[in-house]
């Protein structure tokens, strides 16, 4: 199974996959080899302690060892907001989580693990967020590539993903951004920190609202170094633990960020912030400007909704949501621009300050995803995790560039792909040398005609000659004579018409063997 | 409908119907089709639809315009399957031909959004909603919509696949109940006409050549023998019961997952009681011909049933026993492991798939391992239940896998040509070690010899200190071994533990010490866990200690509250704490070593306050609540300033879980002073004589801060906090009740301005209360607030707003417009 994700958008069983479809009444170990989880957002991990250890998944778990990481402590954000916010009692645990994460196989780039006799897969770099991975998965002479979310352009912490020439049956794409060539993320930047530096300037306060990992690291290294730069006094603050916990595993895994970062990260850790600081609740009633990082990044509950609300009644301030907004939520509302929000208790909550939406999302774009294709030659590609629309006019670009299938199922589709399979067969050396005997010498490269009697045995096929076939099948040989009765008109005699029909017949049969 | 809601519906209807316009979310159509559901639950769906005209504009808006987005297409699909639910409104859409154009033969079928699953998946939703009545029935069958259902089970969709098959499942049972006739609601024999249909349907299915023709019927059967239980059903296993028979003679057996599927669903139906003779003919068929791996569940499932004849229960359980039995046999050694030749007389005997198994348990590495994972799992299951096969074969099964786990260790030989195979197969396979482990632990429940007494723990010996043990399985071991020491066999009246596992023990820790050193924090952290578990339940026995104590285990466990994993930190945390509690602390090495002089208390509150995950943060407040519930000699020494000091670094942490244990822990502290919470139906009974004095406790609890913890946490932006923090102070409330201090809240000093905190607290803003406030003016404070009200409104959970459908609505009407770039943006 590669991914196991799940729905934020809903707060009910449709949040997590329904695994029924895998079997009603077996045991799910029994279906699956072993699941794949490409990297660490909750639309790729998010239901897997639930898999795990409530629908009772028990085989291994396989990914990279910053997502084995960094992964309970999303899963961690996720379950005390939903217990926390929405007061549920039926989801996972923290001990669920745990014990979730100790049945996962660390796995290193370019490392194949045999998952068993016949499977095995490899990771490969994909860029999107630290330890993000793409795989290949391999049964005989057959293979399929997951990328899960990959980006073809590097950015501030992290390289471009890769992987080789390895020519799969199939590869599966994320395609999220199928249509669209973007603008150069350096724009988005200049865009972001322009806007930053402008309210800070008048005067105002900025909330960015994040989640504990990922996105709000590069924020924070795209602040810290124009903070750096234009030699800026205005605090900016991050909810304590993160930087610190962000900064452990940056370092812990060096080896995923690009290679700036690799190269400069003994002269100066880039992780390690000057200018951004612990928060402290008492900070938001402070005068003056300031630039918060507050979780949960969609203004949902905790301390960032506990700062818009104090924050959101003044013109001269912003919030910026760099990400994706369930609706329902505060985040949502204000991004559709809604201005006069219902709280708790039937107040109404005037909003004036400015609502940005900035996105950062590192995923490949339509050039990105082509240009992925072509490194990999795959036979047949399959588009997931996108829109029909958008798909569709890929799925013809990329047909027309590379001439092959591509497909883009939608969710609970099956797709049947015709594939032609490398059967090996052994042969007997007797059938060799008596090839040889003929005097034909092998060419490696030349494809040749042999004749022999092909034999299953314990799942596998030989080639052997027919006489050795009777013997080892115990088999008696049997003669199978035809005759006919052909009337001849000859006015030869007898017995030359007979003797030139015998050699005309010698001569054919001779050509026939 | 909530008139705002009515007023908001028009323009959403109007945004709906606007192919231009995209909607944001395909979550927002899913909720808002949650909504009408509720609102048709509880109010007519006719008057709904007459009040707001909008709604039928909507769908006869879908029926005119082809080029509607498919999201809106099917979700008006299902929205008219709502409405049409019930019988007056399905008779007024009917009336306006709207549900013949949705549903009917030339709707959506014929137009090219059918090609999209949705649309199928809404079009099949919204029948199975409207199919609740006579007139539905006869709609179904008129509009051509049943021999749609029939080409749709076969859909490429898997969704669309299994919703159509339930929607058949749906409309025979509908169309036989609206079949039965007269007051008793019986069936009189003659199946109406849509009913037939669908029979002749499943009888065309079963005969099929095809495959995923016959998997279909079977499936539909299946479910529908699962639901109805109504006496039809049992004509209709009569009428197909030699069909499904005949499969059983096919080879090689078609759609045998979903065969076994049917023949236990009809076993389980309580409707087919007097037609069991030829089901039970077919199954015993069915478990001599399957493979193994397929008679397996059918075995299980036989052997569940609590009426199933004894012949048959023999045969199943052969067919179970048969891998294990098929293990031991091949990789029996004279004189053979024991137990292994003590199959009980009969189980064994007509198992014609004997040869099967062996054939397939040696065929390849993954039949082998898949076989045995199965096979071990089952028997797990059928071990704890009361209809199990009698007598249950303990010691053979317990020989068996003793056998299995050794023959994955590589520590058990066979001279036997198919058990050097299966020595090979089965080497270091993790899969089958974790399933025979698992079996081994269930086993522990049972009564055992001595003997294998003494080979089950040689063998988790071998487990637990191999090198080669993976951390899942390492696992697994541990927790087997737990359960086998819980349940050893004690001298009666003498609480220790038996020779055999005192013996394990004291071979244990040295093993222990090793992975405790393990690279992996799995393992570290699966040999504290174990670890707490064994002081937990030994720590005070006298020959535990000892062998405990002669070990470097408690030092390591101390020392591994460094460790660089917060996991194994949480679980050196408890580790130590469980073992302090028993007095098995780790003896300090030179008292002169600040650490040691620090002692673990101090060591555990440095974590509290400067460990940067919360998982040890919050182990740490779990270890002080328990001792302070268990007396534990640190805390009784000064527990005031424990207390007042634990409160003080619980009040700064970010985490919230970490706030709330540490309101638990001031909870404990209050029962002691104060007493148990007052039950509302218990008789009252004079307070406990260790109850300190109220006015002292007060005291003693304004010097602690402890009211000042509390109020604080009232004013919580997580909300489980201020939930435990309002139930804190509702029981001091209700304790301190009968206490005196009455001057009014507003003549007390300090009550004043607490009061103005309060108020700005209500008014959704931060505030801090007066630092040093007096018992009366906190107990002012405590009685003028409104906890109760506070808790009711804490109780309904902080999302209500966000769940509304007023708000729902104000969202998509919002987003009509406004959607740019945002939309593709997830993570």
């Given at each position: 199974m590669l991914d196991c994700g799940m729905h934020m958008g809903f707060n009910d069983d449709r949040r997590f996959p329904d695994f029924s479809y895998i079997t009603q009444n077996g045991r799910l170990t029994d279906f699956l080899d072993c699941v794949i989880i490409s990297h660490f957002h909750l639309d790729h991990c998010g239901a897997l302690p639930y898999f795990s250890?409530?629908?009772?998944?028990?085989g291994p778990i396989y990914m990279t060892h910053p997502t084995q990481a960094i992964c309970p402590i999303l899963l961690e954000d996720y379950r005390k907001i939903a217990v926390d916010k929405k007061g549920e009692a039926n989801f996972f645990t923290s001990q669920m989580i745990k014990d979730c994460m100790k049945k996962v196989v660390a796995v290193h780039l370019h490392q194949t693990v045999q998952v068993d006799d016949e499977l095995e897969i490899k990771a490969y770099y994909a860029g999107h967020v630290l330890g993000a991975a793409m795989f290949q998965i391999k049964v005989g002479s057959e293979s399929v590539v997951y990328t899960g979310d990959y980006n073809m352009t590097p950015d501030r912490h992290l390289g471009a993903a890769w992987i080789d020439r390895c020519r799969p049956n199939l590869l599966i794409t994320e395609s999220t951004y199928a249509t669209t060539i973007r603008d150069s993320k350096r724009c988005r930047e200049r865009d972001f920190l322009k806007k930053v530096h402008e309210t800070v300037e008048r005067g105002g306060k900025v909330l960015i609202p994040v989640f504990a990992l990922g996105r709000a690291q590069e924020l924070c290294i795209l602040l810290e170094t124009f903070w750096e730069r234009m030699n800026l006094k205005v605090p900016i603050y991050f909810s304590t633990g993160l930087t610190e916990k962000a900064n452990h595993y940056y370092k812990l895994f060096i080896t995923w960020t690009n290679q700036k970062i690799r190269k400069t990260f003994v002269q100066r850790n880039m992780f390690e912030f000057k200018h951004i600081k612990a928060f402290d609740r008492a900070f938001a009633d402070n005068p003056g400007p300031m630039v918060v990082f507050a979780t949960p990044g969609m203004l949902h509950a905790g301390q960032s909704l506990q700062i818009f609300r104090k924050w959101a009644g003044n013109e001269k301030n912003m919030v910026i949501m760099p990400g994706y907004c369930v609706q329902g939520t505060v985040g949502h509302k204000i991004l559709s621009g809604q201005r006069k929000l219902e709280m708790e208790g039937r107040q109404v909550l005037e909003v004036k300050m400015q609502v940005e939406y900035m996105s950062f999302s590192a995923h490949a774009d339509a050039k990105g995803i082509m240009q992925l294709v072509g490194q990999a030659e795959p036979e047949n590609v399959l588009l997931v995790h996108g829109e029909a629309k958008k798909m569709e006019f890929l799925r013809q670009k990329i047909e027309q560039e590379f001439r092959v299938s591509c497909y883009m199922p939608a969710n609970g589709e099956t797709v049947t792909l015709p594939t032609s399979p490398n059967i090996p067969v052994g042969i007997s050396l007797g059938l060799l040398k008596r090839e040889m005997a003929q005097g034909l010498l092998p060419e490696t490269k030349k494809p040749r005609l042999l004749h022999g009697t092909l034999i299953m045995k314990d799942s596998n096929l030989r080639l052997v000659s027919s006489e050795q076939a009777l013997k080892e099948l115990g088999l008696a040989e049997h003669q199978l004579r035809f005759t006919c009765r052909v009337h001849l008109q000859d006015t030869r005699k007898e017995q030359e018409t007979a003797l030139r029909v015998y050699s005309h017949l010698k001569s054919t049969s001779l050509m026939a063997r | 409908m909530d008139p705002e809601c009515s007023r908001l519906l028009p323009a959403l209807c109007a945004a709906l119907a606007d192919p231009r316009q995209p909607l944001a979310d395909d979550t927002c159509l899913e909720k808002l089709l949650d909504w009408f559901k509720t609102v048709t639950e509880a109010e007519s769906s006719l008057l709904l639809l007459q009040e707001n005209p909008a709604l039928v504009e909507l769908l006869s808006h879908v029926l005119k315009s082809q080029d509607m987005s498919s999201r809106v297409l099917s979700f008006s699909l299902r929205l008219a399957g709502t409405f049409a639910a019930q019988e007056d409104c399905f008779l007024y859409l009917q009336q306006g031909e709207l549900l013949l154009g949705l549903f009917g033969e030339g709707g959506p079928q014929c137009w090219a959004a059918w090609s999209v699953p949705t649309v199928r998946s809404g079009w099949i939703q919204g029948l199975r909603s409207l199919a609740q009545h006579p007139c539905a029935l006869h709609f179904l069958a008129d509009s051509g919509a049943v021999d749609t259902i029939f080409s749709l089970q076969g859909d490429p969709s898997l969704f669309v696949a299994s919703a159509a098959s339930q929607l058949l499942v749906h409309t025979l049972a509908l169309s036989m109940q609206a079949g039965a006739t007269g007051c008793s609601g019986l069936w009189d024999g003659v199946w109406p006409a849509c009913a037939q249909k669908i029979m002749g349907h499943l009888e065309e299915s079963l005969q099929s050549t095809a495959a995923p023709q016959v998997t279909q019927a079977l499936n539909v059967l299946t479910s529908t023998f699962g639901r109805c239980h109504s006496p039809w059903t049992e004509t209709l296993w009569g009428q197909l019961c030699p069909l499904v028979a005949r499969l059983l003679e096919r080879t090689p057996i078609p759609a045998a997952h979903s065969l076994v599927d049917l023949l236990l669903s009809v076993a389980r139906s309580p409707a087919l009681s007097s037609s069991h003779g030829r089901l039970w003919e077919a199954v015993a068929q069915a478990l001599r011909c399957l493979s193994p791996m397929q008679a397996g569940s059918l075995a299980l499932g036989m052997l569940k049933l609590p009426h199933c004849p004894q012949a048959l229960r023999v045969q199943a359980f052969g067919v179970l026993l048969q891998p294990l039995a098929c293990v031991v046999k091949a990789t029996a050694q004279a004189p053979g492991p024991p137990g292994c030749s003590m199959w009980p007389p009969g189980w064994l005997d007509g198992a014609e798939g004997s040869s099967l198994t062996v054939d397939t348990l040696l065929s390849s590495k993954s039949a082998c391992v898949g076989i045995l994972c199965q096979t071990l799992a089952q028997l797990e299951e059928l071990q704890p239940l009361p209809q199990r096969p009698a007598p249950w074969p303990q010691e053979p099964l317990l020989g068996a896998a003793v056998t299995i786990l050794r023959l994955c260790h590589g520590s058990a030989t066979s001279s036997s040509s198919g058990g050097g195979r299966l020595c090979a197969t089965l080497a270091g396979c993790v899969r089958v070690q974790r399933a025979a482990l698992d079996f081994l632990g269930t086993l522990s429940q049972e009564t055992r010899s001595q003997e294998l007494e003494k080979e089950v723990f040689a063998v988790l010996s071998e487990y637990l200190g191999s090198p080669d043990s993976s951390p899942t399985v390492l696992k697994k071991a541990f927790q087997t071994t737990l359960r086998w020491l819980l349940s050893s066999p004690r001298t009666p009246g003498c609480p220790d533990l038996g020779p055999q596992p005192l013996l394990f023990l004291r071979e244990l820790f040295p093993v222990l010490q090793k992975r405790l050193c393990s690279p992996s924090w799995e393992v570290r952290d699966s040999v504290l866990e174990f670890l707490t578990q064994l002081s937990r339940h030994w720590g005070g026995q006298a020959d535990f200690r000892r062998a405990l104590l002669a070990s470097e285990v408690p030092t390591l466990t101390q020392q591994l509250l460094q460790d660089p994993e917060s996991y194994v930190r949480a679980s050196a945390v408890a580790a130590a704490g469980q073992l302090s509690s028993r007095g098995l602390q780790a003896a300090p090495d030179s008292p002169e070593h600040p650490q040691a002089q620090q002692g673990l208390l101090g060591e555990l509150l440095c974590i509290l306050s400067t460990d940067s995950e919360g998982f040890p943060r919050r182990a740490v407040v779990q270890v002080f609540t328990e001792w302070l519930r268990d007396g534990h000699a640190d805390v009784a020494r000064d527990t005031e300033w424990f207390i007042a000091t634990v409160l003080q670094v619980v009040s700064q942490d970010l985490d919230w879980e970490v706030r709330v244990q540490g309101l638990e822990l001031a909870q404990v502290f209050l029962v002691q002073r104060l007493g148990q919470p007052r039950c509302p139906y218990m008789v009252a009974l004079p307070e406990a004589a260790s109850a300190t004095p109220i006015p002292e406790v007060l005291q003693s609890l304004c010097r602690l801060r402890l009211f000042d913890f509390a109020f604080r946490a009232l004013l919580d932006c997580d909300r489980p906090v201020a939930q435990k923090a309002c139930e804190l102070l509702l029981f001091l409330k209700d304790k301190t009740a009968m206490c005196g201090g009455l001057q009014e809240a507003g003549d007390i000093p300090g009550s004043a301005s607490g009061q103005v905190t309060l108020q700005r607290w209500r008014a959704g803003e931060q505030g801090q209360l007066p630092g040093d406030l007096q018992p009366e003016a906190m107990l002012a404070l405590l009685r003028s607030t409104d906890l109760e009200g506070l808790q009711a409104r804490l109780a309904q959970s902080s999302d209500h707003m966000e769940k509304s459908p007023q708000s729902l609505l104000q969202d998509m009407l919002a987003t009509v417009g406004v959607l740019g770039e945002n939309e593709a943006d997830c993570y």
């Open positions: 250890e409530m629908v009772g998944y028990d | -």
